[in-house]
Structure formats: structure tokens, C-alpha cells
């Protein structure tokens, strides 16, 4: 998978997953485009990547803000005339407000929504302007648009929707383009946040038997098939979505 001289945009790669596909891309010799609305997470990564000799710009952006996002694509063109990958991570949830659905205000609701679904939209659309025959989007979604746990529904609803808002961009950018959605499952990325929020998270062996793999998954599960989506050696995938959960979502487990 050959990615020298490829500019990649990756969204909310200050930290998680994110962080690990933009260090991904790097180390395969891409420049990385580090567009995160935490400065202290863009500019940690952006300096720990350069120290190594790796291309990377950190450039501040709220996807929520279309004049954000136009301002993020605009120094992108500036600098590097064209975009060949943009990876859709950037993203928030509202698992642990405490909230349910009859007590989390519909600002909340829609507040997810704006940042998971119509932020991909936003970059998609500014970012799909500048990009040549053979570019590729890869759209983070998640488990939860196929399952849920009780009172997740803005989560769970955003990333049904990033499901939709793929095959869709699929056939509105194609055949210049391709658009596919990944689908993590339970990720540690305890070890891949920034160094002021970086610590260690003891997994059991009961979250480790609930993957038929036996295993949680780690950053790098996420960030090598982001490679191959956005690869020469994917071109024939559009449109498709991947499921990358250790086979969480295909183990039966009763109640004990």
C-alpha cells in the first residue's frame, strides 16, 4: 500500500483512533493533515510526528463550523494543491452525561448530530471539491449504529446515519471517487490519548471473552484497514461497509 506524496486529511486525530490513522498514514509516508479542535492533542501530535522525520500539519478545526471546515480545506489547498484521502473521524457521544432520553435536552441531541453526521457532510462536500481519480473517504461509524445499550440514541442515531450518508456519497463522488464507512467495535485507545489524559485502563478477561477473537481491539486494528480502503489495491470497494469489532456484534452471550 503505497501512500508517498499522498495528502490524507484525518478528522479528530488529536487522540483515539484518530491519532493512530493519522500516525498510520505517516509512517507510510503520506503527508498527514491533523484537523482537531483540541490544540494541545493537534499540536502533541503534530510535533511527535515531525520529530520523526514525518510530514504533518496540525490545523485547529471544529467540523461543526462550516466556516471551520472552509477555512481547514482552504490552507490545505494553500499548501499541498489537492486533497487525495480524508478520513471522516472526528465525533462525540453522550454515553456518560447520565442523560436519558427523557431527561437529555434536544440541544444535546442535535448537537451530536451536527458534529458526527453533518461534520462528515461538511468535510466530505468542501473536501471532495479537491480531490483527483482514485481519492478515497473513509467514514468512521460504529457498532452502535447496529446495536445499542438504553439511552444512547444521539450516538446511535448519528452513526446510522453516517451509514446512509456513505453509500450516498458513494454514488454522488463516483466513480472518481470512493467512499466506504468502517465500523469499530470495543477499541482501547486508553494509550493513545493525549499525554495529560493518558493512563492505564485494566481490561479483564471477561471484556477480552466477549470478542470471538478473544481479545479487545486496539487503535491499530482500525487504522491498518484504513489503509487498505483508501489504497489503489481497494479500488474496486465503494459504497461498502466493514465491520471491525473482533466479532463482538456476531457472539451470543446470555445473561449470567
Given at each position: 500500500?503505497?501512500?508517498?506524496?499522498?495528502?490524507?486529511?484525518?478528522?479528530?486525530?488529536?487522540?483515539?483512533?484518530?491519532?493512530?490513522?493519522?500516525?498510520?498514514?505517516?509512517?507510510?509516508?503520506?503527508?498527514?493533515?491533523?484537523?482537531?479542535?483540541?490544540?494541545?492533542?493537534?499540536?502533541?501530535?503534530?510535533?511527535?510526528?515531525?520529530?520523526?522525520?514525518?510530514?504533518?500539519?496540525?490545523?485547529?478545526?471544529?467540523?461543526?463550523?462550516?466556516?471551520?471546515?472552509?477555512?481547514?480545506?482552504?490552507?490545505?489547498?494553500?499548501?499541498?494543491?489537492?486533497?487525495?484521502?480524508?478520513?471522516?473521524?472526528?465525533?462525540?457521544?453522550?454515553?456518560?452525561?447520565?442523560?436519558?432520553?427523557?431527561?437529555?435536552?434536544?440541544?444535546?441531541?442535535?448537537?451530536?448530530?451536527?458534529?458526527?453526521?453533518?461534520?462528515?457532510?461538511?468535510?466530505?462536500?468542501?473536501?471532495?471539491?479537491?480531490?483527483?481519480?482514485?481519492?478515497?473517504?473513509?467514514?468512521?461509524?460504529?457498532?452502535?449504529?447496529?446495536?445499542?445499550?438504553?439511552?444512547?440514541?444521539?450516538?446511535?442515531?448519528?452513526?446510522?446515519?453516517?451509514?446512509?450518508?456513505?453509500?450516498?456519497?458513494?454514488?454522488?463522488?463516483?466513480?472518481k471517487v470512493r467512499v466506504n464507512a468502517i465500523s469499530p467495535g470495543w477499541i482501547d485507545v486508553s494509550q493513545w490519548k493525549?499525554?495529560?489524559?493518558?493512563?492505564?485502563?485494566?481490561?479483564?478477561?471477561?471484556?477480552?471473552?466477549?470478542?470471538?477473537?478473544?481479545?479487545?481491539?486496539?487503535?491499530?486494528?482500525?487504522?491498518?484497514?484504513?489503509?487498505?480502503?483508501?489504497?489503489?489495491?481497494?479500488?474496486?470497494?465503494?459504497?461498502?461497509?466493514?465491520?471491525?469489532?473482533?466479532?463482538?456484534?456476531?457472539?451470543?452471550?446470555?445473561?449470567?
Amino acid at each position: 500500500m503505497e501512500f508517498t506524496g499522498k495528502i490524507v486529511v484525518v478528522t479528530g486525530s488529536g487522540q483515539g483512533i484518530g491519532n493512530c490513522i493519522a500516525r498510520t498514514f505517516a509512517e507510510k509516508k503520506a503527508t498527514v493533515v491533523i484537523a482537531e479542535i483540541d490544540e494541545e492533542a493537534g499540536l502533541e501530535l503534530e510535533a511527535a510526528l515531525k520529530e520523526e522525520g514525518l510530514a504533518a500539519l496540525f490545523i485547529p478545526t471544529d467540523v461543526g463550523s462550516e466556516d471551520s471546515v472552509k477555512q481547514m480545506v482552504a490552507r490545505v489547498i494553500e499548501c499541498y494543491g489537492r486533497i487525495d484521502v480524508l478520513v471522516n473521524n472526528a465525533g462525540i457521544s453522550t454515553h456518560m452525561d447520565q442523560n436519558t432520553l427523557f431527561t437529555r435536552s434536544i440541544e444535546d441531541f442535535e448537537r451530536v448530530m451536527r458534529i458526527n453526521v453533518t461534520g462528515a457532510y461538511m468535510c466530505s462536500k468542501y473536501c471532495g471539491a479537491h480531490m483527483n481519480e482514485g481519492s478515497s473517504i473513509i467514514n468512521m461509524t460504529s457498532t452502535r449504529a447496529l446495536m445499542s445499550e438504553p439511552h444512547t440514541e444521539p450516538y446511535s442515531a448519528s452513526k446510522g446515519a453516517l451509514l446512509a450518508l456513505t453509500h450516498s456519497l458513494a454514488s454522488s463522488l463516483g466513480p472518481k471517487v470512493r467512499v466506504n464507512a468502517i465500523s469499530p467495535g470495543w477499541i482501547d485507545v486508553s494509550q493513545w490519548k493525549k499525554k495529560s489524559e493518558r493512563k492505564f485502563v485494566a481490561l479483564t478477561e471477561k471484556d477480552h471473552a466477549q470478542h470471538l477473537v478473544g481479545r479487545v481491539g486496539v487503535p491499530e486494528d482500525i487504522a491498518y484497514a484504513t489503509l487498505y480502503l483508501a489504497s489503489d489495491e481497494a479500488s474496486f470497494i465503494t459504497g461498502s461497509h466493514f465491520v471491525i469489532d473482533g466479532g463482538m456484534t456476531r457472539k451470543m452471550i446470555y445473561a449470567e
